[in-house]
């Protein structure tokens, strides 16, 4: 056998190794991506085949191979348990892995909301722009000549609780009145008030001021 065939032999025999599941003799040729012609694919395959070292399988027209399990090698319980606890601490770092991601990414986030310097200076000044023009108009309020003495605002308030007494006083009135219609009335009290042309403070959308 030539070293060339030899090296074609090893080529497939640890792919389906590697694989573990049947593959027809297309499918290897695909998977080994043309790094070997398709017909001496095939011929491999047939001497392996022949060999022993691969099991052959025909399904109809169409035949497919894989490698003899037998001849595979087999871990002792030391190994297994070497591999366990490996997989135990891949485990434990791929956590670690992913919590520490995590956070990253939360800083991550924290740190995009966080304005930029240019930003925050920016905003300062639009604040004390804002600021400044709220003294300017109140320095103005507070100064202007035609400004509401406290004189003044007493005389409007007692002129507005002096209009709101009248105005309890006049409704209670009026309810009164319509009360008394309402005990020799035949009709609802809404047809009363239609017929009467009579304005509630409801239907009018005000209301009287708290005492």
């Known amino acids: 056998m030539s070293k060339a065939a030899g090296n074609v032999e090893d080529s497939v025999l640890h792919y389906l190794k ?6 027809s ?6 998977n080994l991506h043309g790094q070997y012609g398709r017909t001496l694919v095939v011929r491999t395959l047939d001497v392996l085949a022949q060999s022993g070292q691969v099991k052959e399988k025909v399904y109809g027209k169409q035949k497919v191979y894989v490698a003899d399990q037998q001849n595979c090698s087999t871990a002792d319980d030391a190994t297994l348990k070497g591999m366990d606890a490996e997989l135990l601490q891949l485990g434990a770092r791929l956590r670690a892995s992913e919590q520490q991601l995590q956070t990253s990414e939360c800083q991550l986030r924290a740190l995009q909301s966080t304005p930029t310097m240019p930003d925050a200076r920016r905003s ?15 320095h ?3 100064n202007r000549d035609n400004g ?5 605002r007493d005389e409007i308030r007692r002129a507005n609780e002096l209009c709101v007494r009248e105005w309890r006083r006049r409704k209670r009135i009026a309810v009164e009145m319509l009360n008394a219609i ?20 409801e239907a009018c959308g005000v209301a009287l001021p708290g005492r």
């Open 124 to 138: 300062l000044q639009e604040l004390q722009a804002a600021c400044s023009g709220y003294e300017v108009r109140l």
């Open 25 to 30: 003799a297309v499918d290897v040729f695909n």
């Open 148 to 152: 509401v003495s406290p004189q003044q």
């Open 18 to 23: 590697q694989a573990n599941r049947p593959y």
């Open 140 to 142: 103005g309020l507070r």
């Open 182 to 201: 309402m005990e020799g009335y035949p009709n609802s009290r809404a047809d009363l008030l239609e017929e009467t042309g009579f304005e509630t403070d």
